[in-house]
């Protein structure tokens, strides 16, 4: 594995050659991005495929060999836990993968190497937009640090947040999220889980919840602050009994939807060279929902809660529209 020089990205090419991509998971039936990501292409007129593959951690160095082999791949998606064994297995790293040790886009290069990228930074950025506008938040509180709370330090980053405080059941994930933060500029703080028995503590002009479902049940029976607004990672269950509270509030809610249609436009433009608008995707993907809300209720995802080390995946949960979340019901899956 090489460090690359920068996050510029040399597509494959959509044409005669490549003509397909995929989300790589176990389990990774319910995920969202195969519907995210064709309306992406359908929007970009390619005729470019997107599919779901399930392939475990075990699996995973023969399917990146099939990307090197097989003609016509533009890249691959990837949830936990593949993102972070990937790094390892394939030919260069981004910068910010590298320093996150998380990769969730592999793209075919030209010459058969494999590149990784790591657009969850960007998907949380975008969510992280939509919730703030141009506000910078200056004393975030994130819930959880897990693999997606390290995405998380990374937005904040991006965004001028000078530290970050993060409330955690297990320190030495912490510790290597004070890490990172120190090497991004960012001053991480950590806080006991049980500073949070009397409900979220002062202070706080955002809360990020990266806690897999049913985690933050018992904060969400303590009274929400008004004025702080949360991003909840999950979509599914949608809404989180966190994500209602703090609604109930009056309090600004954002849930997972965006950080998916966020990171999926930067994994189109990696595979394609071609820029797509996040609000086409987050279209696609409340539609993908209200119409498995007025089916059968489905089966669970068993990935979410199960991993408290991979945090939550925004591939694998739900979220309803922007600021309402009780307006798509409850999530049906990833």
């Not at 897990?146 to 409330?167: F, M, W, Y």
């Not at 985690?215 to 602050?225: E, I, N, Y």
């Not at 608008?277 to 995802?301: F, I, K, Q, Y």
Request: contains cysteine; proline residues 9%; neutral net charge.
């Amino acid at each position: 594995m090489a460090i690359s020089s920068g996050d510029r990205t040399e597509p494959t090419g959509v044409g005669p050659v490549a003509r397909r991509a995929a989300v790589l998971g176990a389990p990774v039936g319910h995920s969202l991005s195969p519907t995210l990501h064709m309306a992406a292409y359908t929007r970009l007129g390619l005729d470019l495929t997107y599919t779901a593959i399930e392939c475990d951690e075990a699996g995973l160095p023969a399917m990146l060999g099939r990307l090197r082999d097989e003609p016509g791949w533009a890249g691959v998606s990837l949830t936990m836990p593949l993102k972070t064994a990937a790094v390892e297995l394939i030919d260069e790293v981004d910068p910010t993968a590298a320093l996150l040790g998380a990769v969730n886009t592999v793209v075919v290069r030209s010459n058969g190497h494999l590149a990784g990228f790591n657009t969850d930074v960007d998907g949380v950025g975008y969510a992280l937009r939509r919730l703030l506008g141009r506000a910078v938040p200056v004393q975030p509180l994130v819930l959880g640090a897990g693999g997606t709370a390290r995405a998380v330090v990374a937005a904040l980053a991006r965004a001028g947040t000078p530290r970050v405080a993060i409330v955690a059941r297990r320190p030495g994930a912490v510790a290597e999220l004070v890490g990172i933060g120190a090497r991004l500029g960012v001053a991480v703080t950590p806080l006991p889980w049980g500073i949070l028995s009397g409900g979220v503590p002062p202070g706080p002009d955002l809360v990020i919840s990266t806690t897999p479902a049913g985690v933050t049940d018992t904060l969400a029976r303590q009274a929400w602050p008004v004025t702080c607004p949360l991003l909840e990672l999950l979509y599914h269950p949608w809404p989180t009994a966190l994500a209602a509270s703090a609604y109930r509030s009056g309090a600004r809610v954002i849930g997972g939807l965006e950080v998916l249609a966020g990171q999926a436009v930067g994994q189109v433009r990696h595979f394609t060279g071609r820029a797509v608008d996040e609000g086409v995707l987050l279209a696609a993907g409340l539609a993908a929902l209200s119409a498995r809300n007025a089916g059968p209720a489905a089966r669970p995802d068993p990935a979410v809660g199960t991993d408290l080390a991979a945090g939550t995946d925004p591939d694998r949960a739900a979220a309803g529209p922007a600021g309402d979340p009780v307006a798509a019901g409850p999530g049906s899956g990833g």
